[in-house]
């Protein structure tokens, strides 16, 4: 039954247009400029992305979405400049950096809204269907010594509407969606971050000494 479902589900989207819009949970934000700081932070970032809940044992780790967004999350942290040097790659972390846990969790469709997607396939399109992800984002930040400094969450989500009355709508793609969505949550965490002074930035320059 399970695999009828995603079938009729892959049929609507195939046979008809589908159209996404963000839920705009979380609003944009203007970034603090650090700019009159010498010495910004150094972050070792750790993006992990699952399909499941939160709260779940069960939630599995999607490799493919976290390397989609891989490339974003790069441009978010660089354009942010709240950072002195920022790195990916764990073998590029040095000691003295932060390390920023982010994590996704995309919540699964419910039952309904496969069984609308079904109906809507069947229909070729003519039903019109709504499937609605949810992505729970958190930010651990941790220290040097990998303690932890601070914690962060927010919680976002893209609507898809699938059949032929959508097609005037099919500019507005899942993709640009769901990256509008996680550069907004990503950038109020990161904005919370700095305003709680869970990293350290400071003006002092180094003393030169002579002899």
């Keep these: 039954m399970k695999f009828v479902k995603i079938l009729g589900a892959s049929l609507a989207l195939a046979l008809a247009g589908c159209a996404s819009f963000t839920m705009n949970e979380v609003a944009p934000v203007t970034m603090p400029s650090m700019a009159s700081y010498t010495n910004k932070p150094n972050v070792f970032v ?47 972390k040095q000691p003295g950096d932060y390390k920023l846990r982010l994590k996704v969790y995309n919540h699964p469709a419910n039952g309904g809204e496969l069984f609308f997607a079904f109906i809507s396939g069947l229909t070729l399109g003519v039903v019109p269907a709504m499937a609605h992800d949810q992505y729970s984002m958190s930010l651990e930040v941790l220290d040097a010594q990998g303690q932890r400094v601070g914690m962060g969450n927010n919680h976002d989500g893209v609507e898809t509407w699938m059949g032929i009355l959508i097609l005037p709508l099919v500019a507005y793609t899942p993709r640009q969606a769901v990256t509008d969505t996680f550069g907004r949550q990503v950038n109020a965490l990161l904005k919370q971050m700095v305003e709680q002074n869970q990293v350290k930035y400071s003006s002092l320059k180094a003393v030169e000494t002579r002899g």
Aim: no cysteine; proline share 4%; glycine share 4%.
């Design 46 to 92: 750790e993006f992990m992305f699952y399909q499941g809940l939160p709260t779940s044992a069960s939630a599995i780790e999607v490799s493919a979405a976290r390397e989609e967004l891989k490339p974003k999350l790069q441009k978010l942290l660089t354009d942010s400049e709240l950072f002195g040097r920022v790195t990916m790659d764990e073998f590029e």
